[in-house]
């Protein structure tokens, strides 16, 4: 597309336009294709995106968004001939307001840097995920990302207030509102959140900001189920003068091999327990938050909600216990495993962990079930993996997964989004007057289909 590039140089000066070697160049993210399209621009304004948006709709040239390319689900995969739009040259905090608690961004900032930010003012966006260091807020609205926080302070739709959007014919939708209460007609910018590009791309976005506790302590709880870990956290939850910032759930199989590969033999084995889970208070005082969480922590044993507890005795224990969660050990044993992200009403979860590990079993013995997830919003994401690499078999296993969720009030997709993975699995499991919706509204913001095409919907 060699008069299209020269065009893009035109509107985005030469170092906004990467071609052929340059962009295969870039790292590569979490999908094979994130990088097959020749051709990536790089725009520095909103006016800029929009120029790009409109001289490709004339050109006839799909556009596939990318931010920190750490989404999961195969939403920033490209073809070769369609253009890569990466938002990492729009990376200002514009304004942060400590007393209003709001911070206005470009879509590129990674949640990193406003984390970083934000704890100038003692504040936290109140989302937090393991790929904090790349993902972008643009990327982040547009998956509707969750997290480990998205329990206390609502997941990525809960803490937009305002949002700035190119849509697919070059328009700019412009509500950067302040205020949490705005109540003007639809709510359309809640239709561009979560729509993992497909029918626009976030230039710029107004996002609340919470208060964050000075101190934090961590403690890995072994339980005996996980209705057990759920009495517990109500526990915790209900604690006078506890803050409760995480409850992160790790089912055995993969705390022992996390535990292992770095090097924490000694929290591989400290519990017999099905399943662990991160606990994390925080508060101002830390002697006080430790003596309140170690209080409740003892009453949850008592109580034999928790069999066995160890708390983090300073920041370098802390880091481990949180590595053990995030740290992708599982991966590197098993690579070319498959992942899932599902959602289990919680009062199901150990009946659901139990159906779908034997399911798994009986469907091929070779295959082994790694769980971890976020406990208060039974976010569980599994991971199914055998010696070999089995990402050929995606479509047999993913019902073994998905069988029985809907029915219960579960969902195939919590917090991943739908990229290129999940479209059959919406197909069969989305209901069809929404499904039928959403292809009107996609129809009608993208005619052309031109705005990162065959993503979510299956064509
Ligand atoms: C180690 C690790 C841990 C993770 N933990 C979590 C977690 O706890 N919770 C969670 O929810 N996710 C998690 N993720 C998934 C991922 O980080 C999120 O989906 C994140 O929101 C993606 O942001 P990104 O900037 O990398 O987007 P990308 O991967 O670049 O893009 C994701 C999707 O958004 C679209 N997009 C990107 N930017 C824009 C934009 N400005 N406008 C319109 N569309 C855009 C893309 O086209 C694509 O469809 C994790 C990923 C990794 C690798």
Not at 55 to 70: D, F, H
Not at 439 to 446: S, Y
Request: hydrophobic share 50%.
């Amino acid at each position: 597309m060699p008069d299209l590039a020269e065009r893009l140089v035109e509107l985005c000066g030469a170092r906004g336009v990467r071609r052929g070697e340059a962009v295969k160049a870039l790292d590569p993210g979490f999908h094979k294709d994130n990088l097959s399209a020749d051709l990536a621009v790089f725009p520095e304004t909103t006016a800029m995106v929009a120029a790009v948006v409109a001289l490709c709709r004339s050109e006839g040239v799909a556009i596939v968004p990318q931010g920190g390319r750490t989404g999961i689900a195969g939403g920033a995969a490209t073809a070769p001939r369609s253009l890569i739009l990466s938002l990492s040259r729009m990376q200002r905090i514009l304004t942060l307001d400590p007393l209003a608690r709001t911070a206005l961004v470009e879509a590129g900032v990674t949640l990193g840097a406003l984390q970083q930010a934000a704890a100038a003012h003692a504040l936290v966006p109140g989302i937090d995920i393991g790929a904090r260091d790349s993902a972008t807020i643009g990327g982040m609205i547009s998956t509707n990302a969750g997290g480990s926080e998205a329990f206390r302070y609502g997941t990525m739709r809960q803490r937009v207030l305002g949002l700035e959007a190119v849509l697919p014919d070059g328009t700019v939708l412009s509500d950067l509102t302040q205020v949490a209460k705005a109540n003007e007609g639809y709510d359309v910018k809640q239709l561009l959140i979560g729509a993992e590009g497909t029918l626009g791309i976030v230039t710029r976005a107004v996002l609340r900001l919470s208060g964050s506790p000075a101190n934090r302590v961590s403690a890995l709880a072994a339980c005996p189920s996980a209705a057990a870990a759920l009495a517990a956290l109500d526990r915790l939850q209900r604690r006078p003068g506890l803050a409760l910032i995480a409850a992160e759930a790790m089912w055995r199989d993969h705390l022992v091999v996390t535990a292992k590969s770095n090097g924490l033999d000694a929290l591989a084995s400290f519990a017999e327990a099905p399943l662990y889970i991160l606990f994390e208070a925080g508060g101002d005082d830390e002697d006080a938050v430790r003596a309140a969480f170690e209080t409740a922590l003892a009453d949850a044993v008592e109580a034999n909600e928790i069999v066995d507890v160890v708390i983090a005795a300073n920041l370098a224990q802390r880091t481990d216990l949180w590595r053990l969660r995030e740290d992708w050990a599982v991966d590197r044993a098993f690579p070319g495993g498959l992942w899932f992200d599902i959602s289990v009403p919680l009062a199901a979860l150990d009946a659901t962990v139990a159906a779908m590990t034997r399911r798994v079993a009986a469907h091929d013995p070779r295959h082994r079930v790694f769980i971890i997830g976020h406990l208060a919003d039974g976010n569980l994401h599994v991971t199914v993996n055998a010696p070999s690499p089995i990402r050929d078999v995606y479509d047999e296993v993913a019902p073994l997964i998905y069988t029985g969720l809907k029915e219960i009030g579960g969902s195939f997709s919590a917090e991943h989004g739908i990229g290129l993975e999940k479209r059959a699995a919406l197909q069969r499991y989305g209901d069809p007057g929404k499904l039928a919706l959403m292809r009107q509204i996609k129809h009608l913001l993208d005619p052309d289909g031109l705005m990162n095409p065959g993503k979510v919907l299956l064509p």
